[in-house]
């Protein structure tokens, strides 16, 4: 009976370090799952960390493109709307070259007419004067030279009349075309002096600018101020600051852009 109970104690005991053994793997088994289970855990956040990261990346460039959009959308509008202004100060310009031109053609019309009544005056004037040297001249040929003396003096004046007036018109035209022309050229301030209270411009002679010249100084759509060319150079220009004309709180800086000051382009600024 002793040996029996003792039998059955070491089956049990054997039974036991069986069980045991196998459930410290079961067990041992169960860590290492659970070590590659956070292994994974930690991996999946830093990969989500990192989308998070992208996206919010993503965010931040849209953010900074819908800025750049809207700053390129107001410029392309206020381009058009120059451009819609300028094309209307063309047309106008445009219709007053055409009548310039017009009154032009009938000056010079004028001009020949008159020349070929000269000619024929003068044509008049030789015969008379042919027939003046004659032994005998009645006093109907000498006034009839007389009258045409008169007239071919007359004719003289109004011709040289008309030449002025085409010369005054022609000066005119020129004079609207480089006004035309200065419309379309635009600059910048290269340098500005504020204790002589003068400015460096970027356009010279060859642009066509002159001394006594005034420009509309703009940043984006704002007007600053205004300047008057004083000395002009093949490529640069200095300009003094007109005092009155500088906005409320603003100067003129590097870089402002300098347009050519005409009525419509200064009541558009205003």
Do not use: C
Not at 34 to 60: C, F, H, I, W, Y
Not at 94 to 101: F, G, I, N, P, W
Not at 172 to 197: D, F
């Amino acid at each position: 009976m002793g040996k029996i109970l003792i039998i059955v104690s070491i089956v049990l005991a054997a039974a036991s370090a069986g069980v045991g053994f196998v459930n410290r793997s079961h067990l041992l088994q169960t860590k290492d799952e659970l070590a590659a289970s956070r292994q994974e855990t930690v991996t999946t956040k830093g990969n989500l960390d990192a989308e998070v990261k992208k996206l919010a990346d993503a965010n931040n460039t849209i953010s900074e493109m819908t800025v750049v959009k809207q700053g390129l959308d107001s410029d392309l509008a206020k381009q058009k709307g120059d451009l819609s202004a300028k094309t209307t100060q063309l047309t106008e310009t445009q219709s007053k070259l055409t009548k310039a031109e017009e009154e032009l053609a009938t000056a010079n019309t004028d001009i020949l007419t008159k020349g070929e009544k000269i000619t024929q005056l003068e044509s008049q004037l030789a015969a008379a004067a042919t027939t003046a040297q004659t032994p005998v001249s009645t006093d109907e040929d000498k006034a009839r030279i007389t009258e045409l003396e008169t007239l071919n003096t007359k004719l003289d004046a109004d011709n040289k009349n008309l030449e002025g007036k085409l010369a005054a018109l022609q000066k005119t035209a020129r004079e609207k075309e480089a006004k035309q022309a200065l419309t379309r050229v635009t600059g910048r301030v290269l340098a500005v002096n504020q204790a002589w209270n003068f400015v460096v411009l970027s356009l010279g002679n060859k642009s066509g600018i002159d001394s006594n010249m005034e420009f509309l100084v703009k940043r984006g759509s704002t007007l600053i101020g205004k300047v008057r060319t004083t000395t002009v150079e093949p490529s640069t220009s200095i300009a003094d600051i007109i005092p009155a004309s500088l906005a409320r709180g603003l100067s003129i800086q590097p870089g402002d852009d300098i347009i050519y000051q005409t009525a419509q382009n200064e009541s558009a600024a205003f």
